[in-house]
């Protein structure tokens, strides 16, 4: 699983947090800039928020705004209970940093410990942010045996934002609105009681 827009609501978070500081300056926070920083370190994020609406103040100064107050997505916290129940295994992957990660989720430490892997993008075998796919791989390394790629049956389910460009989509098994919409036995999981 992705953790940023799936898991916790980060995404909101920051487009909510960027849009008030982008509003002190009398800029805009528009969606083509979105688009740039998802997928993006926080870090990396941070910066092109500061260089698209050529913003006075520093990246460090919008990291410390954005990250410590993360929820929960809608049927994340369900799901992976779901899954642990059911003996299942699951990864979490981030581009997040270590450091940006433990903030991000230190409201939901429990919840987190739950997964089997999780690798954020400072891991040494992450050598790109997404798009990429080097999060995803280096996660798939962990197990024993490694699972096959998506043109060998793993399934991909896609909870995309809502202006996201439809042709992003395309490849996901299954698109959904949200986690909650979720019904695991079209996978061969137990349905939810």
């Given at each position: ?10 995404e ?17 926070y ?32 919008l ?69 990429g796919?080097?999060?995803f ?57």
């Open positions: 699983f992705n953790m940023d827009g799936l898991f916790l609501d980060t909101g978070l920051r487009s909510r947090v960027f849009q008030e500081i982008c509003n002190r300056f009398g800029k805009k528009s969606w083509e800039v979105k688009c740039m920083v998802m997928g993006k370190t926080s870090p990396e994020a941070s910066q092109i928020i500061v260089e698209a609406p050529q913003l006075p103040v520093s990246r460090e100064d990291l410390e705004e954005t990250l410590p107050t993360a929820a929960l997505m809608p049927g994340a916290e369900k799901l992976i209970h779901h899954l642990r129940k059911h003996r299942l295994r699951f990864v979490l992957v981030s581009t997040s940093r270590s450091v940006s990660f433990e903030m991000k989720t230190s409201r939901h430490e429990k919840l987190f410990s739950l997964f089997n892997h999780i690798v954020v993008g400072d891991d040494p075998q992450v050598q790109n942010g997404q798009p796919q080097d999060v791989l280096t996660c798939a390394k962990r197990f024993s045996p490694p699972p096959e790629p998506k043109n060998s049956g793993v399934q991909v389910v896609m909870v995309p934002n809502e202006n996201l460009n439809p042709d992003f989509t395309r490849k996901a098994t299954l698109v959904l609105n949200s986690l909650q919409d979720l019904e695991p036995q079209l996978f061969g999981v137990p349905a939810y009681e």
